[in-house]
Nanobody, 124 residues
């Protein structure tokens, strides 16, 4: 079992930055692929970024490539998402997720565990 709790969301102006954190519980944290997803207002949940257990392989959605950076600290059982150059279209509830599989990391039903989400609002 893995429990995930996100934090760090808030209101920021366009062009600003935020750093999301996800604290995890569970003894086998380092074996899980971790991901960030988001649900914009009125839209379906979408993939943002993912990182493998060792942290050596990272995946990004095209819409955030070059602006967002995913990282993890296995010793602290933590996942992060550094978001720079934020745009109003980044407004969404952001979720962290954990998957025992390292394939199909951009697909939400690959993930076994989910956090409750944290709201990010970017004003224009």
């Amino acid at each position: 079992q893995v429990q995930l709790v996100e934090s760090g969301g808030g209101l920021v102006q366009a062009g600003g930055s935020l750093r999301l954190s996800c604290a995890a519980s569970g003894r086998t944290f380092s074996t899980y692929t971790l991901g960030w997803f988001r649900r914009p207002p009125g839209k379906e949940r979408e993939f943002v970024a993912a990182i493998t257990g060792s942290g050596t392989v990272k995946y990004y959605a095209e819409s955030v490539q070059g602006r967002f950076t995913i990282s993890r600290d296995n010793a602290k059982k933590a996942l992060y998402l550094q978001m720079n150059s934020l745009k109003p279209e980044d407004t969404a509830v952001y979720y962290c997720a954990a998957a025992s599989s390292s394939i199909r990391t951009m697909i939400d039903n690959t993930y076994d565990y989910w956090g409750q989400g944290t709201q990010v609002t970017v004003s224009s």
